[in-house]
Nanobody
């Protein structure tokens, strides 16, 4: 199995940028497709972005398409989420997740990190 630790969250003004990182340890990182999700207060967790095992395939929620970029570095066992043009509605706890079997919005993500808080001020 794999352990995931997110970092890079913080407080930024609307229009700013943040880069989240998710460091993996344990099992072979390249065996896992990865995803980012977020959960705002009082709302259900929602899908943000996904990347396949090699990084050749990515998929985004419509709400972040064109603003966020997911990438991975298998040599560093890390997946990233570059977030630009941030909006107050992007405020949430952001989680990374790992799936061995499938990838994309509806993949079976069996492993989750603890989350990192992102707060966007208006």
């Amino acid at each position: 199995q794999v352990q995931l630790v997110e970092s890079g969250g913080g407080l930024v003004q609307a229009g700013g940028s943040l880069r989240l990182s998710c460091a993996a340890s344990g099992d072979s990182f390249s065996s896992y497709a990865m995803g980012w999700f977020r959960q705002a207060p009082g709302k259900e967790r929602e899908f943000v972005a996904a990347i396949n095992w090699s990084g050749s395939g990515t998929y985004y929620a419509d709400s972040v398409k064109g603003r966020f970029t997911i990438s991975r570095d298998n040599a560093k066992n890390t997946v990233y989420l570059q977030m630009n043009s941030l909006k107050p509605e992007d405020t949430a706890v952001y989680y990374c997740a790992a799936s061995r079997t499938t990838w994309g919005r509806y993949a079976q993500y069996a492993y989750w990190g603890q989350g990192t808080q992102v707060t966007i001020s208006s």
